[in-house]
């Protein structure tokens, strides 16, 4: 099974400070590349999928890249709203497996 | 408006089963992969299985495998999860979702397996 890992596993930054997190597949899955954000006791939101398409409503500083195997989530100046735990996940094939998170929090 | 609402949770002694439940509506269910996620306390995401629009095809993450059945019945829209041999480490939240990647969850139900 493909496996997916994050770096970091957590940051702190300014407010206005650009983040960027990786995520890394053990072989390639194309664009089939989602990124999700969760804050503590909500469900989790979709901000980016196909690697690089951002979902309606969400921010305009937040994009994403990649192709294959790696790929990353660009927060190009964080907001106190930022403040989570960002997850990718490939949909490339069955078993449909997330990266083990990485938390994002405010300097 | 897209609704999933997920039933069933609660508390069960190690070895026990639970059958969770999701109930779709505002759109048309039999269109979509579905999938459920879990969320043990404290931890990361962890995708539990998808099914196929007609439920020809199902997966499995490796650790239920054997243990847990997705199933769908798509002229009630309504997604299933059969867990049996529950284990302390099934303890977690799980969301229903739509598709593979998902826009659309619900809020999670909360099974606990512990004696």
């Known amino acids: 099974d493909i496996q997916m890992t994050q770096s970091p596993s957590s940051l702190s930054a300014s407010v206005g400070d650009r983040v960027t997190i990786t995520c890394r597949a053990s072989?390639?899955?194309?664009?089939?590349l989602a990124w999700y954000q969760q804050k503590p006791g909500k469900v989790p939101k979709l901000l980016i999928y196909?690697?690089?398409t951002v979902q309606s409503g969400v921010p305009s500083r937040f994009s994403g890249s990649g192709s294959g195997t790696d790929f990353t989530l660009t927060i190009s100046s964080l907001q106190p709203e930022d403040v989570a735990t960002y997850y990718c996940?490939?949909?490339?094939?069955?078993?449909?497996?997330f990266g083990p998170g990485t938390k994002v929090d405010i300097k | 408006e897209v609704q999933l609402v997920e039933s069933g949770g609660g508390l069960v002694q190690p070895g026990g089963s639970l059958r969770l439940s999701c109930a779709a509506s505002?759109?048309?269910?039999?269109?979509?992969?579905m999938t459920w996620v879990r969320q043990a306390p404290g931890k990361g995401l962890e995708w539990v299985a998808s099914?196929?629009?007609?439920?020809?095809?199902?997966y499995y993450v490796d650790s239920v495998k054997g243990r847990f059945t997705i199933s769908r019945d798509n002229a009630k829209n309504s997604l299933f999860l059969q867990m049996n041999s529950l284990r302390a480490e099934d303890t977690a939240v799980y969301y229903c979702?739509?598709?593979?990647?998902?826009?659309?969850w619900g809020q999670g139900t909360l099974v606990t397996v512990s004696s």
């Open positions: 979702a739509r598709g593979n990647y998902a826009y659309y």
């Open positions: 505002g759109f048309t269910f039999s269109f979509y992969w």
């Open positions: 099914i196929k629009q007609d439920g020809s095809e199902k």
């Open positions: 072989q390639g899955v194309s664009n089939y």
């Open positions: 196909a690697a690089s």
């Open positions: 996940q490939k949909y490339y094939s069955a078993p449909f497996t």
